[in-house]
């Protein structure tokens, strides 16, 4: 089992919609968790740590369970410019960085 | 505010060629610093990671090193390189006691 997998995607929805992305992790020790986007030929950005209590930034909520050790987030209002490979991102304090594989997004005019 | 570069933006290398790859942050002290890579259409991979000058940890094993001569400096060196080395080279910091990593614009290596 891959330690961090993500829903394979890709995700093409019109503009206005909510998505939401899944990310499953092994490592029941992984102590954070975070969400990142990656825009083709790009540095991946960092869109928002996840909180054990799920938290909220504008239009993007992340969500985690650790009990069955599953990550989400949710886009709502769906803008062009969210079109991006969205990476699911596990650590063990600083030192053990896993990055899934990434679910790429595309929002359709 | 913080800023990390990377240098060069793209170089292609033929095989066999040694590798220089040079990563700074600016506007910190004594980060957490790392290097990736990204195959073409594969995820992230951790190559190297240091918490300080000298220290450099090895998450896979390959023809390549890291070194970190400096507090906000960190290398990525090769001395023969490889097909498979070709990939998207990226670093990244991160502040002590705080584990939101913050990347460089990333160097496109082709080796041909």
């Known amino acids: 089992r891959k330690e961090v997998e993500q829903d394979p995607g890709p995700f093409n929805v019109p503009e206005g919609a909510t998505v939401a992305f899944n990310c499953t992790y092994s490592n029941s020790a992984s102590q954070s968790f975070f969400w990142y986007r990656q825009d083709c030929r790009k540095e991946p950005k960092l869109l928002m740590s996840v909180y054990s209590s799920g938290n909220e930034d504008g239009r993007f909520t992340a969500q985690l369970n650790r009990a069955s050790q599953y990550i989400s987030l949710l886009i709502r209002d769906s803008k062009l410019s969210d079109s991006a490979t969205y990476l699911c991102v596990v650590d063990n304090y600083g030192q053990n960085f896993v990055f899934g594989p990434g679910t790429r997004l595309s929002v359709l005019p | 505010s913080q800023t990390i570069h990377q240098w060069p933006a793209t170089l292609v290398q033929p095989v066999g060629s040694p590798l220089s790859l040079e990563c700074t942050v600016e506007g910190t002290s004594n980060p957490n610093l790392y290097w990736y890579r990204q195959a073409a259409g594969r995820g992230l991979q951790l190559l190297f990671y240091?918490?300080?000058?000298?220290?450099i940890s090895s998450e896979v094993p390959q023809n390549l090193s890291a070194s970190r001569p400096q507090d906000r400096q960190f290398i990525l060196s090769s001395k023969k390189l490889l097909l498979s080395d070709s990939g998207f080279y990226l670093c990244?910091?991160?502040?002590?006691?705080?584990?939101?990593?913050?990347f460089g614009p990333g160097t496109r290596l082709t080796v041909t």
């Open positions: 990244a910091w991160t502040v002590r006691g705080s584990y939101e990593q913050y």
């Open positions: 240091s918490v300080g000058i000298g220290q």
